[in-house]
């Protein structure tokens, strides 16, 4: 049983900067892709980011945090991180990590179907 643990939110200003980091159990963590994704009240969970398995190459973000945030991972910490600058109040959601549901591939990343775990949340909150 894979487990995932996010943690780093919190309550910002907009303009302001989180960084969110989600450590992973398991052994074959750099076999993985892994993805960001949050949801706001009364929203649909959607796709944020996503990293690729190995050395973490290429990576993929939603249009509206292009330039904002930053996808990256640490194999050795089974860990993965979203930096989030410049941050909006229409960022404010629940922020969820998920590991990709098969090894070596990166398919369809930004589908909540194609993730087979996915942690608990971490709720990020942008005042204006």
């Known amino acids: 049983q894979v487990q995932l643990v996010e943690s780093g939110g919190g309550l910002v200003q907009a303009g302001g900067s989180l960084r969110l980091t989600c450590a992973a159990s398991?052994?074959?963590?750099?076999?993985?892709?892994m993805g960001w994704f949050r949801q706001a009240p009364r929203k649909e969970r959607e796709f944020v980011a996503a990293?690729?398995?190995?050395?973490?190459?290429?990576?993929y973000y939603e249009d509206s945090v292009k330039g904002r945030f930053t996808i990256s991972r640490d194999n050795a910490k089974n860990t993965i991180y979203l930096q989030m600058n410049s941050l909006k109040p229409e960022d404010t959601a629940v922020y969820y990590c998920?590991?990709?549901?098969?090894?070596?591939?990166?398919?369809?990343?930004?589908?909540?179907?194609?993730?087979?775990?996915w942690g608990q949340g971490t709720q990020v909150t942008v005042s204006s």
């Open positions: 990293i690729s398995w190995g050395g973490g190459k290429p990576t």
């Open positions: 398991g052994r074959t963590f750099s076999r993985y892709a």
């Open positions: 998920a590991r990709h549901g098969s090894t070596y591939y990166s398919g369809n990343y930004y589908l909540f179907d194609a993730y087979d775990y």
